[in-house]
């Protein structure tokens, strides 16, 4: 099933956009895709949701949302102070199953991080991607605090037997401090998964479709990070940022049509990648 779940370590690291920079690269290559929003918190009836604003980033896109509720909130507390019914994990995963009927490609993004509850009884986005058998792409920040978080949501998604696609920085800072720099070595290794790429800071609001920022994604092929700061740390997300449309989708594809992604040479270049990053912080901390 041509399913991929975006989650992040928490609200605001950048999961819409970053979906919509798959989505922009995947329409880009020539496939259809599907946006699906499990459920939407904090936003009017009238007015963008996240969905809509991953199908204005990215292009011709199909975009649907399960569920709105006006406050700002956890999904299962939206619904409840809405007197609305929730939604639960199973109704994810039949609407993303029904839409990857119809679509090359559908990406689910979650509300919050990959625990935040969709319901009473304690559904999450993970039990939905469980249900599905479908990857995770995981979206962080790039600062100080990110390790933690992301090397948590990375443990939960092993614990649960779900396939952790790689990391990808949400917002990188036209001017990363130490811990941003230092990240770009730590973050693959807390998660135990490759650091696939990052968005530059303020891509959406430079033009979406293909006249903007997201547009010079699909049209490079890549998760562009452009040239941060003239230091060795950026390196490694300069190199592992193309891995992410190509080989890394090719992965994913691979694995679900049942051949096994282990021995995807695609994994080999950001490992090595990763090797070299932390040697040469260790080299800077002598």
């Known amino acids: 099933m041509p399913v991929l779940v975006v989650t992040g370590t928490g609200t605001g690291v950048g999961k819409t956009v970053v979906t919509a920079a798959v989505a922009a690269a995947a329409v880009a290559a020539g496939r259809s895709v599907a946006v699906l929003k499990a459920a939407q918190t904090g936003v009017g009836p009238n007015e963008r949701g996240d969905a809509e604003e991953a199908a204005r980033l990215a292009g011709p896109v199909t975009a649907r949302e399960l569920a709105r509720y006006p406050e700002p909130l956890a999904p299962a507390t939206a619904a409840l102070r809405a007197g609305r019914a929730p939604v639960r994990p199973h ?24 625990l935040v509850r969709l319901d009473a009884s304690g559904g999450t986005l993970a039990d939905a991607a469980r249900l599905l058998e479908a990857p995770v792409l995981l979206v962080a920040p790039a600062g100080l605090g990110t390790l933690n978080t992301t090397e948590l949501t990375a443990r939960e998604l092993r614990s649960r037997g779900l396939d952790l696609l790689g990391v990808v920085i949400g917002s990188w800072p036209a001017r990363p401090d130490l811990a941003s720099r230092c990240n770009l070595a730590d973050l693959p290794l807390v998660a135990a ?10 891509a ?14 699909a ?3 890549q998760i562009r990070t452009g040239r941060p700061a003239a230091d060795h740390h950026t390196e490694q997300i300069q ?25 995807d040479r695609g994994l080999q270049q950001p490992r090595r990648v990763r090797q070299r990053a932390a040697r040469r912080v260790e080299a800077d901390q002598q």
């Not at 959406?204 to 994604?217: A, D, L, M, N, S």
């Open 239 to 263: 190199t592992a940022g193309p891995q992410f449309t190509g080989r890394q989708f090719r992965r994913v594809q691979r694995a679900q049509a049942g051949r096994g992604h282990q021995q």
């Open 219 to 221: 049209a490079g092929g």
């Open 193 to 202: 998964a490759p650091l696939l790429g990052a968005l530059p800071d303020g």
């Open 91 to 114: 109704e994810v995963a039949e609407a993303a199953a029904k839409l990857a009927t119809e679509h090359d490609l559908v990406l689910v993004e979650g509300a919050g991080g990959l």
């Open 204 to 217: 959406e609001e430079r033009g979406g479709g293909h006249e903007g920022e997201i547009g010079e994604v």
